[in-house]
C-alpha cells in the first residue's frame, strides 16, 4: 500500500478524452500538468501523450477512468508497463465500481466541470490530494534473465569451441548478476539451464521491482540481459494513500506496552509492542492506522496510562466486569496472530470491547445514510452518547434553517408522506443488507479463487506425477526388453561360438592334412550336410559353412531335384554325393554326366554334430569306388544300347531301300 501523505513534490498529470473514441481513430486528450500551484493545459495526441510521460515521468497519472487510456484489459497491461518507474496511474473515482468524478470532486471540495479540461484538472487536483486508487497489474517480484546473445552454430572456430566459449560467458555474467543481487541486499531465487562449457540461460526471480534492482539490460557480446516484471491475474487497485479507518484500540500497558486494532467489522488491522516507545510514540502510532472509538484494556479499574490515551483521543472507554482470566483471553484470540503475552491481552481487549459494542454498531449502521461517514456517527454515538439522527444532522450541516428563539411546530405529516419516510427508511436498510451481502459474495469469490488456485496446482502436481509414473514404466518396460534382448544375445553367442568350436574343428579336418588332429580322429573326412536338394538349401549351405571342389556332401532329402537343381551341385564339383531317397532322373541323368559320384547314405557312416558331419575316409573311398563300378556297367551297358540302336536303324535303312 502507497505511504504517500502528498503529491505535491512532484508534477501531476490529469487526463481526460477531449475527443475521438479510444477504440477507434486516434483519440486527443487534454492534459493537465499541476504541480501544487500552477496549472498547465494542453490538448495532445495519444504519441504525444506517452511522449511527455516517458520524458517527465509524472509522479501521477490521474484519470477518471482508466479505460480511456487503453481499449481493453490487456492494451491497459501493456499500457502499465511503458510507464515510467516513477509514475503511478491512477483513477481517481474509486476501484472496479467507481463513481461519477462529480460526486468524489464535490466530496473533497474540488472545483469541478463537465468540460473535458475540467475533468481533466479534477483528477489532478485529486491525486494531488491523495484521492482515488492506484492501478497496477505487476506484482513486486521481477525476472531477470541471463541468456545466449547469438546462435550457438559455426563461428569461425570449430563449434565445440564458439559454443564453448559462448556458455562460458553466459556463466559469467550469471555470476555477475548474482554477486550485484547480493551486494544490494535483494533477495532471490535462482534456477539455471547447464549446457557444454557453462550455462545456456539462468533466471533470477527477484522480490524487487525493476527500477530496484541495479542490473543493466541489453545484449552484450554474446550475451542478453532481460528484465521483466512479474505480471498479476489480473488488474488490482490500491488506495494512493493509507486510509485512517475508526477503530477499537486495545492496550496493555506496563514495561512492555502492547496496542492491537480492531476495524468496527471485528477484523484485526494490526497488533504491536514495544519495550522503548514512551506514550507519545504509542500514540502516534495509532494515529497512523486509525480514529480511536473504542479505548479498551483487560483489567478493571482501567489503568491511568490507558485513561490518559482514551483522553486524548476523545473516545469511548471500556474495561471488563473484572479481570479478564488468561484461559478466556487465550479462547478469544486464537484465531490470531500475536508475538507474545503482551500483545495477546491487549488483542483480547480489543475484541471483547468490540464484541461488547458489536450490536450498537450495527443498529447505528443501519441507520446512517451512504452519503454519511460511518465511522465518526459510531464514535460520536458511543463515545458522546449522542442520537443518529443528531449526528447524521450536524455533519451535513442540517440546522433547520430556522433562527434563534423562534418558535417551530413541524406540522402533521400526511399518509403519504409518511409512507415514503417508511419506504426510504426500508431502502436504506435494504442498500445496508444489500452492501453486506455484496461483501459476502466478494469475500466467497476470494475463497472460491484461491481454493480455485489450489486445485489448480493440485492438478499440476498430479498431472507431473503422472507423467513421472508413465515415465517410470516407459523406462521399465525399455529396461526388461532390453535385458530380454542381452539374454537373447548371450544365448545366439554361446550358440555360435559352440558353432564356431565345431568349424575349427572341421576345418582342421578339410585343411591339416589330419597331422594335427588327434590320433582318434584320424581316418575321418568332413561331410557337408545339404538338408533338401533344391536351390535354396543348396545356396544356404554354401553361405553357411561353404561347398568347395571335392566336398563329401550329404543331401538328406534327395527327391524333388530337376536338372538345373543338378547342375548347380554339379559345379560345386563334390567329391562324392551321399543321398537319402532316391534321384529323380533329370538329376540323375546330369550328376551321371557331369562324373559326380552319387552313393546311397547307408553305405557310410556318418556322425552328425548340428549341420556339421565326419565319416570315415575308408567307407567313403569304398562308396566311390563302387560307384566307379556302377558307372562303368552304366557306360558298357549305353554304348551297348547304342549299338543296338544303329544298328535297328542301319537294317531299317536297307530294307527301304530294297524296296525300292
Known amino acids: 500500500m502507497s505511504t504517500r501523505t502528498s503529491a505535491l513534490d512532484a508534477v501531476v498529470f490529469g487526463v481526460d478524452v477531449q475527443s475521438g473514441d479510444v477504440r477507434g481513430n486516434a483519440p486527443s486528450y487534454a492534459l493537465v500538468q499541476f504541480d501544487g500551484e500552477s496549472v498547465e493545459r494542453d490538448v495532445v495526441s495519444r504519441r504525444k501523450l506517452r511522449r511527455l510521460v516517458q520524458g517527465e515521468a509524472p509522479a501521477l497519472l490521474a484519470t477518471d ?37 462529480s460526486r468524489v470532486a464535490k466530496r473533497n471540495g474540488v472545483p469541478y466541470g463537465k468540460d473535458p479540461m475540467q475533468e481533466a484538472e479534477a483528477a489532478a487536483r485529486l491525486a494531488a490530494r491523495n484521492v482515488g486508487q492506484e492501478v497496477t497489474a505487476f506484482t513486486n517480484t521481477t525476472t531477470v534473465k541471463v541468456s545466449r546473445g547469438r546462435s550457438t552454430g559455426s563461428g569461425g572456430w570449430s563449434e565445440d569451441r564458439y559454443t564453448r566459449r559462448i ?134 479499574p482501567m489503568p491511568n496510562t490507558v485513561e490518559k490515551l482514551r483522553r486524548s483521543f476523545d473516545a469511548g472507554g471500556w474495561t471488563p466486569a473484572s479481570d479478564l482470566p488468561v484461559d478466556e483471553k487465550q479462547h478469544r484470540t486464537r484465531e490470531e496472530a500475536y508475538d507474545n503475552d503482551h500483545e495477546r491481552d491487549a488483542l483480547a481487549a480489543a475484541l471483547y470491547a468490540h464484541d461488547d459494542h458489536d450490536d450498537q454498531i450495527r443498529r447505528v449502521t443501519r441507520k446512517v445514510p451512504r452519503d454519511v461517514e460511518r465511522g465518526e456517527v459510531v464514535k460520536r454515538v458511543v463515545a458522546g452518547e449522542e442520537s443518529v439522527e443528531a449526528v447524521v444532522d450536524d455533519l451535513r450541516g442540517d440546522d433547520g434553517g430556522e433562527e434563534a428563539g423562534t418558535e417551530h411546530t413541524p406540522r402533521e405529516l400526511t399518509a403519504e408522506e409518511k409512507r415514503i419516510r417508511r419506504l426510504e427508511s426500508q431502502v436504506e436498510r435494504l442498500e445496508s443488507s444489500v452492501a453486506d451481502l455484496e461483501s459476502t459474495v466478494e469475500a466467497k469469490d476470494d475463497r472460491i479463487a484461491e481454493l480455485e488456485d489450489a486445485l489448480e496446482a493440485a492438478r499440476r502436481e498430479e498431472r507431473r506425477d503422472v507423467r513421472e509414473r508413465r515415465e517410470v514404466s516407459r523406462l521399465q518396460r525399455e529396461t526388461n526388453r532390453l535385458e530380454r534382448e542381452l539374454e537373447s544375445e548371450r544365448e545366439r553367442t554361446e550358440a555360435l561360438e559352440g558353432k564356431l568350436a565345431r568349424l575349427k574343428a572341421l576345418w582342421k579336418l578339410d585343411h591339416s592334412n589330419f597331422s594335427d588332429v588327434a590320433e582318434e580322429k584320424q581316418g575321418l573326412v568332413p561331410v557337408k550336410v545339404i538338408e533338401q536338394f533344391t536351390r535354396e538349401a543348396i545356396r544356404a549351405a554354401d553361405e553357411s559353412f561353404g561347398l568347395a571342389e571335392d566336398d563329401v556332401v550329404y543331401l538328406r532329402d534327395a527327391s524333388g531335384a530337376g536338372r538345373s537343381t543338378a547342375e548347380l551341385l554339379a559345379d560345386v564339383g563334390p567329391r562324392v554325393v551321399l543321398r537319402n531317397g532316391g534321384l529323380s532322373d533329370a538329376a540323375d541323368v546330369v550328376l551321371f554326366e557331369e562324373d559326380v559320384p552319387v552313393a546311397p547314405a547307408d553305405e557310410v557312416t556318418i556322425q552328425e554334430v548340428d549341420e556339421l558331419a565326419v565319416a570315415r575316409e575308408s567307407e567313403v573311398e569304398a562308396a566311390i569306388e563302387g560307384w566307379d563300378e556302377r558307372a562303368e556297367a552304366r557306360r558298357a551297358e549305353q554304348k551297348k544300347e547304342l549299338v543296338d540302336k544303329l544298328i535297328s536303324e542301319h537294317r531299317a535303312d536297307r530294307g527301304e531301300v530294297g524296296d525300292d
Open 65 to 101: 477512468n482508466m479505460y480511456e487510456l487503453a481499449e481493453n484489459k490487456d492494451h491497459l497491461v501493456h499500457f502499465l508497463r511503458e510507464l515510467p518507474a516513477e509514475t503511478t496511474l491512477v483513477q481517481v473515482t474509486g476501484a472496479e465500481r467507481p463513481e461519477p468524478l
Open 167 to 300: 556458455h562460458g560467458a553466459v556463466k559469467r555474467r550469471a555470476r555477475e548478476v548474482a554477486a550485484t543481487l547480493d551486494d544490494a541486499g535483494l533477495e532471490y531465487e535462482r534456477e539455471v539451464t547447464e549446457k557444454y562449457g557453462g550455462f545456456s540461460s539462468a533466471v533470477f526471480t527477484v522480490a524487487a521491482t525493476p527500477d530496484e534492482i541495479p542490473v543493466s539490460t541489453g545484449r552484450s557480446g554474446d550475451v542478453r540481459v532481460e528484465t521483466e516484471r512479474e505480471r498479476r491475474d489480473g488488474i488490482e487497485f490500491r488506495p494512493l494513500a493509507k486510509r485512517r479507518d475508526h477503530v477499537v484500540v486495545g492496550v496493555d500497558p506496563g514495561t512492555t506496552t502492547a496496542v492491537a486494532l480492531v476495524d468496527l467489522d471485528g477484523q484485526v488491522l494490526d497488533v504491536h509492542s514495544t519495550r522503548t516507545a514512551d506514550a507519545a510514540a504509542v500514540t502516534e502510532w495509532i494515529i497512523e492506522r486509525g480514529r480511536p472509538v473504542v479505548v479498551a484494556a483487560d483489567v478493571t
